[in-house]
């Protein structure tokens, strides 16, 4: 019988590595790699977070992709979500003829179009258990680029649903991996699952675990970020913590234990029996978090974050240095810096609209510059070349 499954790539690494140098590859980023990542061009100098951009993840699954579509040439090639969020990315795919399958407005991905002689990837984030029983009932070829980081929540929230716990995850209830990582304890019949945003969401479920409440005032809070069914009474008895692997990770931690102390004080001597809990953050992630903190030990005047205004963990790279106190603009593309006006475009921490700032560079002179994990190199040059045009500089030719 045919293999029609895959998640260790073709071995065609020869035959893509031209393209993936042509559309992701920088000059800029690589001389300030090589210069200490730093980089000054006239009165500007730039400083590049020692870890920034494509993560292995990423990396990994932007390969099978590109593999892809030169395994399955003659195949209509299919992409569930994003491959990852970065439109430049997915702009890349979508020129190599990639199909994009978004979810309708009844929050579900249509598959009805899809036939055995198809080939569909699966993005760095995963997808839900009925998504993927879906797609392997209509026999299609499946490329798998589920990230093994992600893969290492499932087994942790799985372990959970199997003993009897509910997996409380920290993370976004509509981003795609946390619907993917929740779903896994479905696989089980007394499986459950909550997802808390942040902090203040947590503490409302530590009032409850400490001292009862109202369960269906709760329950219309969390409705769409809970296992269908939920029963507050029941399901918060015993908890197990996980996290979507974009998160802040000091938040994170935070989060499992206020939860770990209300479980104490509700259950003192057995409260072992009742939490358990697993940083699920991911190498990657806490690396670039890091690295920004270890940026701004050094004074700057202005940091720019890039990546895409969906992308977890670069919208957590931008709150991270916005609570340093450092002004920062989150830019989801090289071309939201305009060099002609010398404005910005840019999403504001915390919002989820786009704004535009003139005249934002000002008189800085020390500019720090981090990207996502799904942000290509390329993307982090363009950046600078267009930072140093608006400051009427530019940067040396043989670099751009
Ligand atoms: S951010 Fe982490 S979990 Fe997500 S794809 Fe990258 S390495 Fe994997």
Redesign the pocket.
């Known amino acids: 019988m045919e293999n029609t499954y895959f998640r260790r790539g073709f071995g065609l690494k020869t035959e893509i590595e031209g393209q993936l140098a042509a559309d992701y590859h920088s000059t800029v980023v690589e001389a300030l790699r090589a210069n200490q990542f730093r980089l000054t061009v006239g009165p500007l100098t730039f400083r590049l977070a020692r870890e920034f951009g494509f993560?292995?993840?990423?990396d990994r699954?932007v390969d099978y992709a590109y593999e892809t579509r030169i395994k399955f040439p003659d195949r209509r090639l299919y992409l569930v979500g994003e491959i990852?969020h970065n439109p430049h990315v997915n702009q890349k795919l979508r020129d190599m003829g990639v199909r994009f399958l978004a979810r309708g407005e009844d929050g579900e991905f249509d598959f009805s179009g899809i036939v055995a002689n198809d080939a569909v990837i699966l993005p760095?984030?995963g997808v839900t258990i009925g998504d993927f029983g879906r797609l392997r009932e209509i026999g299609c070829v499946l490329v798998d680029t589920t990230?093994?980081?992600?893969l290492n929540v499932w087994k942790r929230v799985e372990s959970y649903a199997r003993d009897g716990f509910t997996a409380i995850i920290h993370g976004k209830h509509d981003h795609e991996?946390t619907k993917a990582t929740a779903s896994q304890v479905m696989k089980y019949p007394q499986g459950r699952y909550l997802v808390v945003l942040d902090m203040d969401e947590a503490r409302l479920v530590c009032d409850f675990i400490e001292h009862g409440g109202d369960p269906v005032a709760l329950g219309a809070r969390f409705a769409r970020a809970t296992s269908p069914g939920f029963d507050f009474q029941h399901d918060l008895l015993r908890v197990g913590i996980a996290n979507q692997?974009?998160m802040l990770s000091g938040e994170s931690l935070a989060i499992a234990e206020e939860i770990r102390r209300s479980i104490v004080r509700r259950y003192g001597d057995a409260a072992g029996d009742h939490f358990r809990s697993f940083d699920t953050i991911?190498?990657?992630?806490q690396e670039r978090q890091d690295a920004v903190v270890a940026l701004l030990e050094e004074p700057l005047d202005v940091m720019v974050v890039v990546g895409g205004y969906n992308s977890s963990?670069t919208c957590h790279l931008a709150a991270l240095v916005q609570s340093r106190g450092v002004p920062v603009f989150h830019i989801e593309d090289a071309d939201a810096v305009d060099t002609v006006t010398g404005a910005v475009r840019h999403q504001p921490i915390g919002s989820t609209q786009e704004a535009t700032t003139d005249r934002w560079l000002g008189d800085a002179r020390i500019i720090g510059i981090t990207a996502g994990?799904s942000t290509p190199n390329n993307k982090i040059g363009e950046t600078v070349v267009r930072i140093c045009r608006t400051a009427g500089v530019e940067v040396n030719v043989a670099l751009a």
């Open positions: 993560c292995y993840g990423v699954a990852i760095a984030f990230c093994g980081s992600v991996e692997t974009t991911c190498s990657a992630t963990n994990a």
